[in-house]
Nanobody, 125 residues
């Protein structure tokens, strides 16, 4: 599956942003992909942000985003979203979406088959 992330930009601390990740060229039913969001800040390792099981039954969040971030999907649009509220300067990073066929909401990068190109989010203080 090909993934296209979008929605990044510059936002002030305390603001909100919604990232989108559109899937295409799979030939498979989007609802059967487990989806994840990861991020990589400058000079740091890529880290888990949020994930959702295929079917959308369960969601998982890193402690850094609990209560502020929400992962969701629109299967009709083959798109997964990451709603980010009450943003902080430490949320500044390039955000990547990832997909795993029949995947659970895994926090491990290596469990995902496909990755989007990343979208840059900058939070100013």
């Amino acid at each position: 599956v090909q993934l296209q992330a979008s929605g990044g930009g510059l936002v002030q601390a305390g603001g909100s942003l919604r990232l989108s990740c559109a899937a295409s060229a799979s030939g498979r039913t989007f609802s059967m992909y487990g989806m994840g969001w990861f991020r990589q800040a400058p000079g740091k390792e890529r880290e888990f942000v949020a994930a959702e099981d295929w079917g959308g039954d369960k969601t998982y969040y890193a402690d850094s985003g609990k209560g502020r971030f929400t992962i969701s999907r629109d299967n009709a649009k083959s798109t997964v979203y990451l709603q980010m509220n009450s943003m902080k300067p430490e949320d500044t990073a390039t955000y990547y979406c990832a997909a795993k066929w029949l995947g659970s909401g895994d926090v491990r990068e290596l469990m995902y088959d496909s990755w989007g190109q990343g979208t840059l989010v900058t939070v100013s203080s």
